[in-house]
């Protein structure tokens, strides 16, 4: 008879809820991740633009699960998967052994072909990431403060931000918030509030994931912010200080890559057909097709809804399939039954514009402006504190956030020069 130890790799939105919902039904469970914490991505961009510590918005993997016995937690990253032996090969240690595989490794940036501009402009999926941006941010600033050439402070206080999807949209007007309301006040030799804010975006609009009136909002909000934002101009080169979109060069203190994201590389090791952006296609109860006991969910599967419609790669499709797939599995090891078809219930997608105004899509309604953006603070509160169950870190935050005041503007020693 076989085991039932459940590897599973990932302790992101999806890969937590499935351990924690086994851990609960008290099934043997293995939980590999590469970092030790748990993030809340939807905030990073707090932290790359210093509103918030890294530490509001991650949770070592080991506390989150504390009390659960039978989940055991291993810091590890994933390097192979041999699906005949039923093992998973790890970076620094011995293969860990499964009878159930469950892959949520998430998605990382993509920069089409072209990797070596990543040292020019770092894109945003971690908490090392964040901090990185946060010092490159804050040291155009010290740098232009320092300089006694005009045209060289102009340079250096011109930030532009690659992609006009939600990261980038939020990003452009935190940073356009940051110089105008939070550094303007610290300089002697800068008027920070002047620096250039640019969000290029290859496409005919911004946030092309929400309907057209959402766009035209956040565009003339962006605008007052003070950000200048250009559609329809592909990037086509980024070497140091330097970005070339549509034929003309621009020179930056900063770039930031907010354009592409592909599915994590693990999805490769499973010898399954991937889409165009690395996804595993999973069946509706988020089985791998001809591959047993194994199931991807999360950023890296291409889930179909209940129309054949690929669901899109947020954290809320994430942790519904963590959630359904914990039960299921459960369901399915302890009394045998075939697990259900996953089904996504729509709790709205919002991006943010700058304080005290967001975008919001329910799909049968949409809104815009000041009650946006409370109905997302409420919704964020409530969230922050449910992850870290610490009201107070939520209130503080909130708090800081709407009286513009930063909370962590470190640069820290470890900033590659560029
Ligand atoms: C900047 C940013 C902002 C976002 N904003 C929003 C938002 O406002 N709303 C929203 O709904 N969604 C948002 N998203 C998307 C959302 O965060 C993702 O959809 C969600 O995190 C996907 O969850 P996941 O569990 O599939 O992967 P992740 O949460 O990315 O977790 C993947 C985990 O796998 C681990 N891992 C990867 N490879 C390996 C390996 N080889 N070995 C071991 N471990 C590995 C990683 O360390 C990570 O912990 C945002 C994403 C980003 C990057």
Same mark, same amino acid.
């Given at each position: 008879?076989?085991?039932?130890?459940?590897?599973?790799?990932?302790?992101?939105?999806?890969?937590?809820?499935?351990?924690?919902?086994?851990?609960?039904?008290?099934?043997?469970?293995?939980?590999? !991740?590469?970092?030790?914490?748990?993030?809340?991505?939807?905030?990073?961009?707090?932290?790359?633009?210093?509103?918030?510590?890294?530490?509001?918005?991650?949770?070592?993997?080991?506390?989150?699960?504390?009390?659960?016995?039978?989940?055991?937690?291993?810091?590890?990253?994933?390097?192979?998967?041999?699906?005949?032996?039923?093992?998973?090969?790890?970076?620094?240690?011995?293969?860990?052994?499964?009878?159930?595989?469950?892959?949520?490794?998430?998605?990382?940036?993509?920069?089409?072909?072209?990797?070596?501009?990543?040292?020019?402009?770092?894109?945003? $999926?971690?908490?090392?990431?964040?901090?990185?941006?946060?010092?490159?941010?804050?040291?155009?600033?010290?740098?232009?403060?320092?300089?006694?050439?005009?045209?060289?402070?102009?340079?250096?206080?011109?930030?532009?931000?690659?992609?006009?999807?939600?990261?980038?949209?939020?990003?452009?007007?935190?940073?356009?918030?940051?110089?105008?309301?939070?550094?303007?006040? !610290?300089?002697?030799?800068?008027?920070?509030?002047?620096?250039?804010?640019?969000?290029?975006?290859?496409?005919?609009?911004?946030?092309?994931?929400?309907?057209?009136?959402?766009?035209?909002?956040?565009?003339?909000?962006?605008?007052?912010?003070?950000?200048?934002?250009?559609?329809?101009?592909?990037?086509?080169?980024?070497?140091? !200080?330097?970005?070339?979109? $549509?034929?003309?060069?621009?020179?930056?203190?900063?770039?930031?890559?907010?354009?592409?994201?592909?599915?994590?590389?693990?999805?490769?090791?499973?010898?399954?057909?991937?889409?165009?952006?690395?996804?595993?296609?999973?069946?509706? !109860?988020?089985?791998?097709?001809?591959?047993?006991?194994?199931?991807?969910?999360?950023?890296?599967?291409?889930?179909?809804?209940?129309?054949? $419609?690929?669901?899109?790669?947020?954290?809320?499709?994430?942790?519904?399939?963590?959630?359904?797939?914990?039960?299921?599995?459960?369901?399915?090891?302890?009394?045998?039954?075939?697990?259900?078809?996953?089904?996504?219930?729509?709790?709205?997608?919002?991006?943010?514009?700058?304080?005290?105004?967001?975008?919001?899509?329910?799909?049968?309604?949409?809104?815009?402006?000041?009650?946006?953006?409370?109905?997302?603070?409420?919704?964020?509160?409530?969230?922050?504190?449910?992850?870290?169950?610490?009201?107070?870190?939520?209130?503080?935050?909130?708090?800081?956030?709407?009286?513009?005041?930063?909370?962590?503007?470190?640069?820290?020693?470890?900033?590659?020069?560029?």
């Amino acid at each position: 008879m076989s085991g039932n130890r459940v590897v599973v790799i990932g302790a992101g939105f999806a890969g937590i809820e499935v351990a924690r919902g086994l851990g609960r039904a008290g099934i043997p469970v293995t939980l590999i !991740d590469r970092q030790n914490h748990h993030l809340f991505q939807p905030l990073l961009y707090q932290v790359a633009t210093a509103a918030l510590s890294p530490a509001d918005i991650a949770e070592p993997v080991r506390k989150v699960l504390r009390g659960l016995e039978s989940v055991e937690v291993v810091l590890g990253e994933v390097t192979g998967i041999d699906t005949a032996a039923r093992t998973v090969a790890l970076k620094n240690g011995a293969p860990v052994s499964y009878d159930y595989l469950v892959i949520a490794t998430g998605a990382t940036h993509s920069y089409f072909g072209h990797d070596e501009w990543s040292d020019f402009a770092p894109g945003l $999926k971690t908490i090392e990431d964040a901090r990185e941006i946060r010092s490159h941010l804050l040291l155009a600033f010290e740098r232009a403060e320092m300089s006694r050439d005009a045209a060289e402070q102009k340079r250096l206080m011109t930030i532009a931000v690659i992609g006009g999807g939600p990261t980038g949209v939020e990003l452009a007007g935190s940073i356009a918030e940051l110089a105008r309301h939070t550094l303007a006040k !610290d300089f002697h030799h800068i008027r920070a509030e002047t620096a250039t804010v640019l969000l290029l975006e290859a496409g005919p609009r911004i946030l092309t994931a929400f309907p057209q009136k959402l766009s035209d909002y956040a565009m003339r909000k962006l605008a007052k912010l003070g950000v200048t934002v250009r559609v329809n101009t592909p990037v086509e080169r980024i070497i140091a !200080d330097e970005i070339v979109a $549509k034929g003309e060069t621009i020179h930056v203190g900063f770039a930031i890559w907010a354009a592409g994201v592909t599915a994590s590389p693990l999805g490769k090791l499973l010898g399954v057909p991937l889409d165009r952006a690395g996804r595993v296609t999973v069946n509706r !109860d988020l089985s791998v097709p001809g591959l047993k006991d194994i199931y991807v969910l999360g950023d890296l599967a291409l889930t179909p809804d209940a129309n054949g $419609k690929p669901l899109p790669g947020l954290a809320q499709v994430a942790k519904q399939e963590g959630i359904h797939l914990g039960r299921a599995l459960a369901r399915k090891i302890l009394r045998g039954q075939t697990a259900a078809p996953f089904t996504f219930h729509n709790r709205g997608n919002t991006a943010i514009v700058g304080r005290h105004a967001a975008v919001f899509d329910f799909g049968w309604w949409q809104f815009s402006g000041w009650l946006a953006w409370w109905f997302w603070a409420f919704i964020h509160v409530y969230l922050l504190a449910g992850f870290q169950h610490r009201l107070m870190v939520a209130i503080q935050w909130a708090w800081r956030y709407v009286t513009y005041e930063s909370g962590s503007r470190l640069i820290v020693e470890n900033t590659r020069e560029r």
